[in-house]
């Protein structure tokens, strides 16, 4: 697609995240299944200068689209697919929308456990960097799924910020990052969504950004993410 013709491009971020509601329901109701997740992008220094994009953006991620530890995917399902490092927290207790901004001490006691994740994005434009942010959240903001490694319970006491994070593919190390180029921290990120975007649910997990810059994956490629401390998650595409 070459973007939406301006009488239908969202006015702006309220109406585009409108119209990703109204998205998430087509979805839902053409078999995806519910909201399983949420995905926050930009979140990263690396992903603001790749996106030319200075703020975070969200996105949902659908139940049909979450896989457990590892993924085996047909790469021509997608237009082009890509994969991204991610840290995920998962929440223990709802964080209903309201007026005022969360803190980062209310959304960590809020989190139940986190994990190594990968997130597989999609580029469905013949050309993103034309393509105006409003469309773009319209849109979920490229997400077309997530893989979550093995969950570990969460201690407050873990600096996911201090945490390192890498990707490989093919066995080839491709980027590396840490959980501070998230907004600071994971938290920061999960407290800047629940502030945006409230609603978030118990159960729900959400993706802090990534730690490394998109890698657009070939037929063939295998992804491995690693998280110190949280383990590993995989994604292969046929």
């Known amino acids: 697609m070459t973007g939406l013709p301006p009488p239908l491009r969202p006015a702006g971020v309220a109406a585009a995240y409108r119209v ?40 949902g991620v659908m139940a049909a689209r979450t ?15 890509g994969v991204e490092c991610e840290i995920a927290v998962v929440l223990g207790r709802d964080l209903p929308a309201r007026d005022r901004p969360y803190s980062p001490a ?14 597989i994005v999609d580029d469905r434009w013949a050309d993103y960097g034309t393509v105006d942010t409003p469309t773009l959240i319209a849109d979920d903001f490229f997400n077309a799924g997530a893989v979550l490694g093995v969950r570990r319970r969460f201690d407050p006491g873990l600096d996911l910020a201090a945490l390192r994070g890498a990707m490989t593919i093919n066995g080839r190390e491709t980027g590396r990052g840490t959980g501070a180029d998230a907004l600071g921290s ?51 595409f046929d």
Do not use: N
């Open 20 to 59: 990703q509601d109204a998205l998430h329901a087509s979805l839902a109701a053409a078999g995806l299944g519910t909201i399983a997740g949420h995905k926050i992008g930009c979140t990263t220094p690396v992903m603001q200068r790749y996106l030319k994009i200075d703020h975070p953006c969200a996105g």
């Open 186 to 236: 994971p938290l920061h990120a999960l407290a800047w969504l629940a502030s945006a975007r409230g609603g978030l649910s118990a159960g729900q997990f959400v993706l802090t950004g990534s730690m490394v810059q998109t890698h657009w994956a070939a037929r063939g490629d295998a992804c491995t993410v690693e998280v110190e401390g949280l383990g590993r998650a995989e994604a292969a």
């Open 67 to 81: 896989y457990r530890d590892s993924a085996r995917l047909r790469h021509g399902a997608f237009v082009r697919v």
């Open 106 to 119: 209310e959304v960590t006691s809020a989190v139940e456990a986190c994990a190594a994740a990968i997130e």
